[in-house]
C-alpha cells in the first residue's frame, strides 16, 4: 500500500470538517493500527497516526469506517463550546485572579480547585464511552453518505474493532470496544451476547 496514495483518498472520504481539523501522518515504528491522542486545548490540528504496514491488512471498507469513526471522535472534541462545566473553568480562573488580588491563599486555592476540578470533568466526558458510541453514530451516518447501508457501515465498523486488536496482538478487546461492539450488533441486526 502506498501510503501517499491512501492518505488521499482518507481524506476525500472525511467529512469537511475532518479534513479542516485533523492531518493523517504516517508512523511506521508505532504497535497500534491508528492511533490519536487527546486533543489539548490549545492545539488546533489534530493528527491521526497510521501504521500502513497494519492498515492493509485491513479491508477497504474497514479502513473507511475506522477512519471516519477516528475522525468523528476527534472533531466532536470541543473545549470551549458553552457549557456547566466550561463555565465553571471560566468562573475559577476569574474567582482565582480576584482571591488573588485580594491576597487570599485559600480562596485561590479553592477557585484554582474548581477550575481544575471542570477540566478533569471535561476531559472524561470526552474520554467516555458515550463519546466514542456517539462517534460510531456519527461514522455511520457519514458513511451512509458515501454510499453504505446504514447496516453495511455498522458491520464494517465491528468487524474493524475486531480486525484491530487480532492485527495489535491483543487477545480481548476492553471494556469500551465491548460496549461499542454491543452497540453496532444490535445496530446491524446480529445477535447480542
Known sequence: MEPKLEIRRLSALMPASGRMNTKIITKPEQAKVIDVSFPPPWRGERPIYINFDLWSRLTKPQRDMLLLQ?????????????????????AGLIGGLFESSQQDA????????????????????????????????AAIRIAQRRGYSEVEAAEYLLGAIEAVAKIEGRSTLNFIELIRCQNLRSIAGLQVF
Open 70 to 90: 477516528t475522525v468523528c471522535w476527534l472533531t466532536e472534541v470541543r473545549w470551549f463550546k458553552p457549557g456547566l462545566y466550561q463555565g465553571l473553568v471560566v
Open 106 to 137: 485559600v480562596g485561590v486555592i479553592a477557585a484554582c480547585g474548581v477550575s481544575t476540578l471542570a477540566l478533569l470533568r471535561i476531559w472524561s466526558v470526552n474520554n467516555s464511552q458515550e463519546s466514542q458510541i456517539n462517534a460510531d453514530t
